[in-house]
């Protein structure tokens, strides 16, 4: 069972919300925990559950320590114990057993590693009950995707959860909109990407490359914000907020911009704790790059630990660099178009090192791509007109054209506005589950 | 106000599923799946399945995939997209036509059938850019090979000429009953078969107007109308017929007729025509003023040619080789036919191993050869 399947959206999702509404106020921290063990143990079982619930128990009395400890090295201990432990699993199971790595492990490793890190820096407190800080790491709906969340954020909200109709209404739309994203906007980019990259080296052409790329980069974007914007969906549904992790990452007009719109709450979390004890751009120039190259890294190693994907991290950051350090101050003042032009092609470009199986292949992409090759095939033709509406939706999703759009018209006309929203919540379910099943 | 209505429908939207699961009786199969997991379960008992099928293809046609499962989706019809498994697999088939036309050491023919895709091509979606197996190309490429070895039936331009007529189902990978009359007209001249019948000599019998076939499952696409399953009477002469099925359980079914049209009632039009197709069919033909005997060969698309060919034969026999277990191959004698026929379509002869059952056949023995 996974937050895109008929048994969550038809069964788990209808169940859990009437069991959580029919819980007093008090139990329901509770009551969501419980429904997130649930869910977990139907997707990764009792080994996933296990795990799951020893990395977050380990933490939470980790931080009690370390809150009940004056010794500043026993502090410090704790935090490398915890540090250790969580990086420890997400790297092992990354670089020993890519292929059963259990759902949501990096965001519940991080969320709760940042708890500790929280303690230790005095941002949040403990308590004995564990089962709001729990809560926080395991809370379902972000685990496959994320976001990255914080106790302060967090923690407070879980002390009045209210089932509203207003938030039900507002959650359900996200939800069935995030459902939409993930099930035919990234699911369909990832299928044309698939049957793309199927396209023997010696046939394909420059067009058949650039589709590739974009239908990947739209494949990642639309599943990761597919899934965050559920996640802020059924948030809403139980009662609280989490917060945004894609804020039109397609608009940037730099690299380092778009490193803060894409994933958001992972780069966040890598700059709060990685980057600024580091020393962040302080310093000189040698640990400026160097402290950019980790940062880069450990956002691309939330993928996964691919060569490809690492050097997707370097490559990125090398423009990071240039758009910090070596480009003259007045390349900020060239027409916002062109700079938007110029973050949309690297980043564009950039999906060579993901589109590779291994580095080999993403080479040669790349020798295709400079030594030339025809303009155009049949066969990219035919994907592309066969997928021209989904391409078609995702360029107005990446730009952030229907929010806008929804958001004008809900001001100038709000009543048939909030009628259209009921219509297209109809819509996007029938839709969906017509893909689903 | 409306913030509130929106909750309260989504609420209604995604509980009314269940609800209806819980009152039907399938909730708690779903629940608690006997061998099966969750998610196979809940699809199995979701309601309306075929209408979730035809709006997930409807939903992709309009978004411009005009191709799914493997079926082109053209305005009025459906057509198999012809995916080959590989140009071995293409040789091996040939090279045992060869083979096995050296063994029988009778008058052997190959008749290729090109699907409705290789003929219609101007209705196939996106006819300048899809992915279209050339098959003429590959019909003249067997052909040529084949040269010395047999005698090589070309059904394609009879066919091409009549592509504007109703010759392949709409919803079916098959020829139709008509498409069937113009590969026997070609068929006819290359067996050597004296008098080939015109198409007025037959009686038409349409038994069913609402027919859909497979193609239909795999792209359930509303726009494509039903087919119609003809049946062809011939008109000229009494002939009475012997029909037997053979199935690889050694379990017979006998008709005394070419149209047992009573399996219309058990599901589907199509088995009606030649009671539908088995591993062996043998239809021994009665009062039939010619002593000829033809073994075919081939695959499901027999059912649209053979009623007109079987005018010409006092015994006609059928091989479906893609499905025969070789333990029912020991009771056919292929020395014992004036004429032995390989027909395929072209997507079967292309997409696997077609002939390997009949590897069996060793070098005839003076006693086989009669």
């Known amino acids: 069972m996974g937050l895109c399947s008929l048994s969550f959206l038809y069964l788990f999702l209808p169940l859990s919300l009437l069991v959580y509404w029919a819980c007093p106020l008090g139990l329901r921290p509770k009551a969501l925990l419980f429904l997130s063990f649930v869910f977990y143990y139907g997707t990764e079982g009792w080994m996933g559950l296990g795990l799951m619930v020893f990395v977050l128990l380990s933490d939470w009395m980790l931080a009690g320590r370390l809150l009940g400890s004056r010794n500043a090295k026993l502090r410090q201990a704790f935090v490398a114990c915890a540090v250790v432990k969580n990086i420890g699993i997400f790297l092992g199971y990354h670089i020993f057993a890519p292929s059963h790595i259990p759902l949501g492990l990096g965001v519940y490793c991080l969320t709760s590693l940042g708890y500790v890190l929280d303690c230790y820096h005095g941002f949040a407190i403990w308590g004995k009950d564990p089962s709001r800080v729990l809560l926080m790491s395991a809370f379902f709906p972000k685990l496959p995707a994320g976001p990255i969340v914080y106790y302060g954020r967090m923690v407070p909200q879980f002390f009045s959860l209210r089932v509203t109709l207003n938030n039900i209404g507002e959650g359900g739309s996200l939800f069935l909109l995030g459902l939409f994203k993930k099930v035919i906007l990234g699911d369909s980019m990832a299928v044309l990407f698939q049957s793309l990259h199927e396209i023997p080296k010696y046939e394909v052409s420059l067009l058949g490359i650039w589709s590739m790329l974009v239908s990947l980069s739209f494949a990642l974007y639309f599943t990761l914000w597919g899934f965050c914007q559920m996640a802020e969906g059924l948030a809403l549904m139980f009662g609280f907020r989490i917060a945004e992790n894609f804020n039109d990452p397609f608009l940037s007009q730099s690299i380092n911009e778009f490193f803060g719109r894409f994933n958001a709450t992972v780069n966040r979390f890598i700059r709060r704790h990685v980057y600024m004890p580091l020393g962040g751009a302080k310093g000189g120039s ?57 973050c949309a092609f690297v980043i564009q470009f950039s999906m060579v090192f993901w589109a590779g199986d291994n580095l080999s292949e993403s080479f040669s992409y790349l020798r295709i791509l400079f030594r030339g090759a025809s303009g155009m095939d049949d066969r990219s033709i ?56 | 106000m409306y913030k509130k209505l929106t909750g309260m429908l989504f609420l209604v939207m995604v509980a009314v599923i269940p609800l209806w699961l819980f009152f039907t009786g399938g909730f708690w199969e779903i629940l608690f ?18 209408f ?15 191709e799914q499962n493997g079926v082109f989706i053209a305005e009025d019809m459906l057509m198999l997209n012809v995916q ?37 091509q101007s209705k196939v979606p996106y006819n300048n850019f899809a992915p279209l197996y050339d098959q003429r190309a590959l019909i003249d490429r067997i052909y040529r090979r084949m040269a010395g070895n047999l005698t090589v039936i070309d059904v394609y331009p009879a066919l091409f000429n009549h592509q504007s007529e109703y010759i392949y189902y709409r919803t079916d990978n098959a020829p139709t009953g008509m498409g069937g009359y113009y590969i026997y007209t070609t ?127 006092s015994r006609v026999t059928f091989v479906e080789t893609a499905q025969v277990a070789p333990e029912l191959l020991t009771k056919l004698n292929p020395w014992d036919y004036s004429q032995i026929l390989f027909a395929y379509s072209v997507d079967r002869f292309v997409s696997g191993e077609q002939l390997a059952a009949l590897s069996r056949f060793a070098a005839p023995t003076a006693v086989q050869k009669g």
């Not at chain 2, 040939?94 to 052997?108: C, D, G, N």
């Open chain 1, 286 to 342: 040698p640990s400026m790059v160097c402290n950019i190259l980790i940062l880069s890294v450990c956002m691309a190693s939330w993928f996964g630990l691919r060569p490809n994907i690492l050097l997707w991290g370097i490559f990125l950051s090398l423009f990071v660099m240039i758009e910090g350090y070596l480009l003259p101050r007045g390349w900020k003042n060239i027409a916002s178009f062109f700079q938007w032009l110029y």
């Open chain 2, 187 to 313: 068929a006819a001249k290359k067996l050597g078969l004296p008098q080939v019948r015109g198409i007025d000599q037959f009686d038409v019998e349409h038994i069913d107007f609402n027919y859909y076939g497979d193609l239909y499952d795999l792209a359930p696409y509303n726009a494509v109308p039903a087919d119609r399953v003809s049946l062809y009477h011939f008109a000229r002469g009494r002939r009475g017929y012997i029909m037997t099925h053979h199935d690889n359980r050694d379990s017979i079914r006998r008709y005394y007729t070419l149209y047992p049209e009573y399996r219309q009632q058990l599901g589907d039009s199509m088995d009606v025509v030649l009671g539908g197709v088995s591993p062996i069919i043998d239809i021994q033909v009665e009062n039939s003023q010619y002593n000829r005997q033809l073994l075919i060969f081939g695959d499901h698309t027999v059912q649209s040619y053979l009623p007109f060919l079987l005018v010409h034969y």
């Open chain 2, 84 to 120: 080959t498994a590989g140009q071995d697999v293409i040789d091996s088939n040939a090279t045992q036509v060869i083979e096995l036309s050296l063994r029988f050491e009778r008058p052997v023919y190959l008749m290729l059938i090109p699907t409705a895709s290789g003929i219609q």
């Open chain 2, 52 to 66: 979730w099928d035809r709006l997930r293809t409807g939903l992709n046609y309009i978004g411009g995939s005009k």
């Open chain 1, 382 to 437: 035919y994907l592309l007109v066969s997928n021209y509406l989904v391409l078609i939706l995702c360029c107005l999703f990446a730009l952030g054209l229907p929010r806008k759009a929804a958001l004008l018209v809900k001001r100038i006309f709000p009543g048939p506005a909030a009628i259209g929203e009921i219509l297209l919540n109809f819509l996007l379910l029938t839709s969906v589950t017509a893909y689903l099943l």
């Open chain 2, 33 to 50: 799946p006997e061998q099966k997991k969750l998610e196979e379960a809940f699809a199995e008992h979701f309601p309306a399945n075929a």
